[in-house]
Nanobody, 124 residues
Framework: QVQLAESGGGLVQAGGSLRLSCAAS????????VGWFRQAQGKEREFVAA????????SYSDSVKGRFTVSRDNTKNTAYLQMFSLNADDTAVYYC?????????????????WGQGTQVTVSS
């Protein structure tokens, strides 16, 4: 069992930045991958980014490439999503998720553990 807790969301103006954190407890993430997803009102949950804990590889959706950076801190057992140049289309509830494995996944159904979500609202 892995428990995940997101934090760092809030209200930000267009062009601003936020860093989201995903703190894991229960087990170390050393053998896991962590994904970031978001879900806007009336839309399906979509992939944002992912990081492999062991391989250090990352993946990003086209909509956030060049603006968002996903990273992990082994000591803190925490994943991060650094977001720059935010725009109104980034407004959503952001979730982190985890699953055992080395290879990156991009669909929600491939993840087993989920955080509660944190709201990111970008005003334009």
């Amino acid at each position: 069992q892995v428990q995940l807790a997101e934090s760092g969301g809030g209200l930000v103006q267009a062009g601003g930045s936020l860093r989201l954190s995903c703190a894991a407890s229960g087990r170390t993430l050393s053998l896991y991958i962590v994904g970031w997803f978001r879900q806007a009102q009336g839309k399906e949950r979509e992939f944002v980014a992912a990081v492999s804990w062991t391989a250090g590889t990352t993946s990003y959706s086209d909509s956030v490439k060049g603006r968002f950076t996903v990273s992990r801190d082994n000591t803190k057992n925490t994943a991060y999503l650094q977001m720059f140049s935010l725009n109104a289309d980034d407004t959503a509830v952001y979730y982190c998720a985890a699953r055992w494995g080395r290879y990156l996944k991009t669909t929600p159904s491939e993840y087993d553990y989920w955080g509660q979500g944190t709201q990111v609202t970008v005003s334009s």
